[in-house]
């Protein structure tokens, strides 16, 4: 294929994505493995690039957190969901050793998101009032 098909193909690729508001996320296939790191540099870039995508995700999950909010009842006991919280923590530490992780800090991390979620949804909730 030619230099100039294959830039024609990458602006319809480009494109389609804006047109479908699609999102792109490096993969590890896309980043060099750590091993395959040559330099602080390059070792620095694929943490950024895997720290902006967990942000990304956090934002994202947001959104979702704000989409269940008309479905719970209109009750901070509700928002909070107490057993599901509970259960959420659970199965992120079991992720978290899955993956080699210490789960009491990832439970740690957990419980700052949770709560963080929760305020968001009783604002949400407050401003609905």
């Known amino acids: 294929m030619s230099l100039f098909l294959f830039f024609v193909h990458i602006e319809k690729l480009i494109m389609f994505v804006q ?6 996320v490096a993969t590890k296939s896309m980043m060099k493995s750590p091993k ?6 390059e070792v620095r870039e694929c943490i950024d690039t895997i720290d902006s ?5 956090l934002a994202q999950r947001l959104e979702y957190v704000r989409a269940v909010v008309p479905f719970k009842d209109k009750t901070v ?6 057993e599901r919280r509970d259960q959420v923590l659970r ?7 899955k ?4 789960p009491d800090i990832i439970e ?7 709560q963080y979620f929760i305020d968001e949804e009783i604002q949400l909730l407050d401003n609905q009032k």
């Open 77 to 82: 006991d509700a928002i909070i969901a107490e």
């Open 91 to 97: 199965d992120r530490r079991a992720l978290a050793q």
């Open 19 to 24: 047109k479908n508001n699609l999102q792109f």
């Open 108 to 114: 740690d991390i957990y419980k700052l998101l949770i």
């Open 99 to 102: 993956h080699g992780l210490n």
């Open 36 to 41: 395959d790191c040559q330099n602080i540099n």
């Open 53 to 57: 995508q967990i942000i990304e995700l």
